[in-house]
């Protein structure tokens, strides 16, 4: 008797903490749903310049032609990410031709590579998508310095397909090392007396100051969603990358909390969006999605990436989106 009440016990007290935690977005039992583990990596200033410049040797080359993607270099069939990451945090690597570094500002003790874990779920009106990563929480725990979790979606451009986020990182962004002052960009009429460079897509832009003619907003434009956490609380964002990178007014539906050891965020977003800011995607698609995670204050550029991953509303893929049954 004694020995089932000691193992008992200690499963009866748990029992309200293993409830539905995560069901606080209310929607899906997480639980019950399959967790795909994704390592980010660190990627200093690697823009999409120097991707498809001399310095990224063989990688460069393949890039122009378009044809092998991030993982056909740098991850095994098993899904070990072979990439100097840890080089790279540390501010020890230069690249091969021009010996510029890959982190001009290195900071001690920055880890190279992070895991987390995705999942995803959908009904007849929603997608859901949710992303856990361990954490101190200094976001959440303190005031000023905000964590969060982004995530890049595109259906319809294979470079997106292909290199995610990257088709949108650019020597020439802010906290970049070729980014304009902030005095040049004020002086710029495109940028209405802003003085930062944001975001954009290769295809819009040729650099931050010149445009490109020929509208691909229809296929070109990256939904771009974030849920940020701050002194207590998670805030959540709808966005867009083109020409610019800019949030809407709109309201968003998107939940996180950080508990003990861990962040978890819960993006929610419409099946079928008749909004052109919004990717549209319908049962039986694959969405390529990339993530971003800026962890331990970190800001602007000094987040971790994922390669692009895909994502299967009830169609095979890295991530198969559960259907929710309700
Ligand atoms: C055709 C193969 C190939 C493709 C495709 C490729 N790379 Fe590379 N990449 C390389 C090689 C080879 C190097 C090492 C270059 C050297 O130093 O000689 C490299 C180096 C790098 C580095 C510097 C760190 C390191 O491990 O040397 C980064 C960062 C990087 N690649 C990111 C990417 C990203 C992001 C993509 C997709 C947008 C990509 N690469 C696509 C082959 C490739």
Redesign the pocket.
Known sequence: MRVYLKLFLPILFALPFLGPVEGAAGEADWSKIAQKEVTLFY??V?SWE??NGDD????G???KKGK???R???MSKEGEL????A??ASGS?KM?RSHSP?EPEPKAGKKGTMKARVQAAYDAENVYLRVEWESKGSGWRTKGEPDRVSVQMNRAEPSFA???C?ITCHNDLNSMPESPSRREVAANPAYGGREDVRLYAFYAKNSWDSPRHGDRMKTGLIDLKSIEFENGKSVARDGWVFDDRAWEEKESSGTGTWTHDRYSAVFKFKLKSADKFDVAVSEGDIIPVAISIHDEGASRRKHYVS?PLAIGLGAAAEVRASKLSN
């Open positions: 990627p200093g690697a120097f991707l990224h040797r063989l990688g080359r393949e890039i092998k993607d991030c056909h270099c740098h072979d990439l100097k990451a080089e790279i690597m091969k890959f292909r290199y995610g990257f390669f």
